[in-house]
């Protein structure tokens, strides 16, 4: 079985070193401006340079976002973006209006093209079009059924390569061509400053009865009409490989560095057990999938790829069964002591998890030293400090998590205050 490329979210820096560490075999990322996540921490040339360097380094590939739809006042600057992307050594850029397509295979012909979800592409001829044009690979839009992907690539073969995305949030609109947050906060999805309207409650008003809001449907948490449950296509993965899928992707350059790490790492786990056979993979998917759960995330389903997804009710809040404490920034020594940045509260005698590249591993904590001061403490609250804890065999990019402590489900109205 072809096992695909695993293609993993970098808003940052810090979530594309998770990334690389976890197992990710290229990455994506944008720059400040003509991606579709306006609001991730995205790369300024220098930092972009490093990051490229970074990927390279680690035999990795790095993708650029330019899949915003430039208007005529924009495309000279976009394509100066792409020449400078392309001097700085990523290796494809992800771009979606034909146009801007047409002129990158023109004036920066050295750099591949990956035609976007975003232009949904969903039958043969529209991804030969995109072939002959000179991309390289095209990301199908996220309506495409197994069972389609699997006809469109007997019908193109290798000639193009083709990517599907198999983790993360979805859009409630073609593909993520949505203007509703445009009309109604003047913050564009398609220029890549998306306000999420379509997490928000809702409820009808009849014309007549002005103030009175009948729900269309509900549950305990309220009514989320436009709210598309979270894709999770862990359990299809052997279908996507046998499909001629050539690179999986997970959705999340807004997501945490924490987030990027499980979700990259439980989904190359799969794909290397999937490359031993059926059967390893399928004993490991109960324990895989729990993993998933130690992440943020919402009710997840399996999207259009087995048919129609599931009604959109309980797709609000955002729960997880673990808690990121610390990142390991300095291999453990020979005396077994590693150096940690701290990001959550934790207490001596906790019992935690390590989260490596090759599994999860038990750790109970004993005091650590507060590196600042060079006490010995049991426990310390201050985010960003540098600690020094017993952690044998633990590796620079290994993480600590606990349990949840004080969580609460984070709604709509807390992401507008």
């Given at each position: 079985?072809?096992?695909p490329e695993l293609l993993a979210p970098a808003g940052n820096m810090d979530a594309l070193r998770a990334a690389l560490h976890f197992g990710a075999d290229a990455v994506y990322g944008g720059m400040k401006?003509?991606?579709?996540?306006?609001?991730?921490?995205?790369?300024?040339?220098?930092?972009?340079?490093?990051?490229?360097?970074?990927?390279?380094?680690?035999?990795?590939?790095?993708?650029?976002?330019?899949?915003?739809?430039?208007?005529?006042?924009?495309?000279?600057?976009?394509?100066?973006?792409?020449?400078?992307?392309?001097?700085?050594?990523?290796?494809?850029?992800?771009?979606?209006?034909?146009?801007?397509?047409?002129?990158?295979?023109?004036?920066?012909?050295?750099?591949?093209?990956?035609?976007?979800?975003?232009?949904?592409?969903?039958?043969?001829?529209?991804?030969?079009?995109?072939?002959?044009?000179?991309?390289?690979?095209?990301?199908?839009?996220?309506?495409?059924?197994?069972?389609?992907?699997?006809?469109?690539?007997?019908?193109?073969?290798?000639?193009?390569?083709?990517?599907?995305?198999?983790?993360?949030?979805?859009?409630?609109?073609?593909?993520?061509?949505?203007?509703?947050?445009?009309?109604?906060?003047?913050?564009?999805?398609?220029?890549?400053?998306?306000?999420?309207?379509?997490?928000?409650?809702?409820?009808?008003?009849?014309?007549?009865?002005?103030g009175e809001y009948m729900p269309v449907a509900e549950d305990e948490r309220g009514t989320y009409l436009f709210s598309a449950r979270d894709l999770c296509l862990l359990p299809l993965l052997p279908d996507?490989?046998?499909?001629?899928?050539?690179?999986?992707?997970?959705?999340?350059?807004?997501?945490?560095?924490?987030?990027?790490?499980?979700?990259?790492?439980?989904?190359?786990?799969?794909?290397?057990?999937?490359?031993?056979?059926?059967?390893?993979?399928?004993?490991?998917?109960?324990?895989?999938?729990?993993?998933?759960?130690?992440?943020?995330?919402?009710?997840?389903?399996?999207?259009?790829?087995?048919?129609?997804?599931?009604?959109?009710?309980?797709?609000?809040?955002?729960?997880?069964?673990?808690?990121?404490?610390?990142?390991?920034?300095?291999?453990?020594?020979?005396?077994?002591?590693?150096?940690?940045?701290?990001?959550?509260?934790?207490?001596?005698?906790?019992?935690?998890?390590?989260?490596?590249?090759?599994?999860?591993?038990?750790?109970?904590?004993?005091?650590?030293?507060?590196?600042?001061t060079g006490e010995t403490v049991e426990t310390l609250g201050v985010g960003g400090e540098v600690i020094r804890m017993e952690l044998p065999g633990s590796r620079c990019g290994d993480m600590l998590r606990?349990?949840?402590?004080?969580?609460?489900?984070?709604?709509?109205?807390?992401?507008?205050?």
């Amino acid at each position: 079985m072809r096992i695909p490329e695993l293609l993993a979210p970098a808003g940052n820096m810090d979530a594309l070193r998770a990334a690389l560490h976890f197992g990710a075999d290229a990455v994506y990322g944008g720059m400040k401006k003509y991606g579709l996540r306006a609001f991730a921490g995205n790369f300024d040339p220098d930092r972009l340079q490093e990051a490229v360097a970074l990927v390279h380094g680690a035999g990795k590939k790095f993708y650029v976002t330019m899949n915003s739809y430039p208007f005529d006042d924009e495309l000279e600057e976009y394509i100066a973006a792409a020449n400078l992307a392309a001097e700085l050594g990523v290796d494809a850029v992800i771009a979606a209006d034909p146009g801007a397509i047409s002129l990158l295979r023109r004036k920066v012909p050295q750099l591949p093209v990956h035609v976007s979800t975003q232009a949904n592409t969903v039958n043969a001829p529209a991804a030969e079009l995109y072939r002959d044009m000179g991309c390289e690979r095209v990301i199908l839009a996220r309506e495409m059924s197994l069972d389609r992907i699997r006809a469109l690539h007997e019908a193109l073969g290798d000639s193009i390569q083709l990517e599907t995305f198999v983790h993360g949030a979805s859009c409630m609109a073609y593909s993520g061509r949505c203007m509703l947050s445009a009309y109604l906060t003047g913050r564009s999805g398609n220029r890549g400053e998306c306000a999420q309207p379509c997490r928000w409650q809702y409820a009808v008003v009849e014309e007549k009865r002005p103030g009175e809001y009948m729900p269309v449907a509900e549950d305990e948490r309220g009514t989320y009409l436009f709210s598309a449950r979270d894709l999770c296509l862990l359990p299809l993965l052997p279908d996507l490989c046998e499909a001629g899928v050539s690179s999986l992707k997970i959705e999340g350059r807004m997501k945490t560095e924490y987030y990027v790490a499980v979700v990259t790492g439980a989904y190359r786990r799969a794909l290397d057990l999937l490359a031993r056979g059926r059967e390893c993979f399928a004993q490991a998917l109960p324990a895989l999938a729990e993993e998933l759960q130690c992440a943020s995330h919402r009710l997840s389903d399996t999207g259009f790829l087995q048919g129609n997804p599931e009604t959109p009710g309980e797709a609000e809040g955002f729960w997880q069964s673990r808690e990121y404490v610390a990142r390991v920034i300095e291999d453990a020594g020979e005396d077994g002591m590693a150096r940690l940045v701290l990001k959550n509260r934790f207490f001596a005698g906790d019992d935690l998890e390590l989260m490596t590249p090759e599994g999860i591993r038990k750790v109970r904590v004993k005091p650590f030293v507060r590196e600042k001061t060079g006490e010995t403490v049991e426990t310390l609250g201050v985010g960003g400090e540098v600690i020094r804890m017993e952690l044998p065999g633990s590796r620079c990019g290994d993480m600590l998590r606990g349990p949840v402590r004080n969580h609460r489900t984070e709604t709509t109205q807390d992401r507008h205050n």
